[in-house]
T-cell receptor
Framework: KQEVTQIPAALSVPEGENLVLNCSFT??????LQWFRQDPGKGLTSLLL?????REQTSGRLNASLDKSSGRSTLYIAASQPGDSATYLC???????????FGTGTRLQVTL | EAGVAQSPRYKIIEKRQSVAFWCNPI?????LYWYQQILGQGPKLLIQ????????DSQLPKDRFSAERLKGVDSTLKIQPAKLEDSAVYLC?????????????FGQGTRLTVV
């Protein structure tokens, strides 16, 4: 059974700082790993998808890495802005049945 | 391309009442998920469909929750009777069959408040 853990649970940083969010998973036989953003009271917005054959994926100020052997993924946010304040969730896709398992999320606050 | 549609966006009901949520996935997506997200927690899978068949409903409280996906397209999730602890956001998602390219797309969710 896949278990996904995210550390830290909450993070507060001043504007302009670079930061790293961590995601760990127990079953390395994943098809891919997705990072999502969730604003309060809203649904999930997909940020990045890293395929099992990839090591990293980039979109603007976001860079996500994947290390299947160690069961870890990181989301790097460069030059953080107040608009980046949200909860960030990672989810691993495993099995022939497309099981999508989520972590508990990291709540990010970027202060002025 | 239209996204995953959910309705209603918000619902307030009294405990012991019934409620139903509706989801229309992206056209052609065979896999449909219903998740429950309690405030401050990550989404928890309630039920997963592949076309109109149930793949996983191991965490669905079957004494009060039910779900169906008729004709392998739209889906409804029902709670009867509701309890206070059912207050949560209910998320629907859809995707293509599993591969490393498979991306899950989510609707805006339905926020349920049970009073």
């Amino acid at each position: 059974k896949q278990e996904v853990t995210q550390i830290p649970a909450a993070l507060s940083v001043p504007e302009g700082e670079n930061l790293v969010l961590n995601c760990s998973f127990t079953d390395s036989a994943i098809y891919n790993l997705q990072w999502f953003r969730q604003d309060p009271g809203k649904g999930l917005t997909s940020l990045l998808l890293i395929q099992s054959s990839q090591r990293e994926q980039t979109s603007g100020r976001l860079n996500a890495s994947l290390d299947k052997s160690s069961g870890r993924s990181t989301l790097y946010i460069a030059a953080s802005q107040p608009g980046d304040s949200a909860t960030y969730l990672c989810a691993g896709l495993t099995g022939t049945a497309s099981k999508l398992t989520f972590g508990t999320g990291t709540r990010l606050q970027v202060t002025l | 391309e239209a996204g995953v549609a959910q309705s209603p966006r918000y619902k307030i009901i009294e405990k012991r009442q019934s409620v139903a949520f509706w989801c229309n996935p992206i056209s052609g997506h065979a896999t449909l998920y219903w998740y429950q997200q309690i405030l401050g927690q990550g989404p928890k899978l309630l039920i997963q469909f592949q076309n109109n068949g149930v793949v996983d409903d191991s965490q669905l409280p079957k004494d009060r929750f039910s779900a169906e996906r008729l004709k392998g397209v739209d889906s409804t999730l029902k709670i009867q009777p509701a309890k206070l602890e059912d207050s949560a956001v209910y998320l629907c998602a859809s995707s293509l069959p599993p591969s490393q390219f498979t991306e899950a797309f989510f609707g805006q969710g339905t926020r349920l408040t049970v009073v």
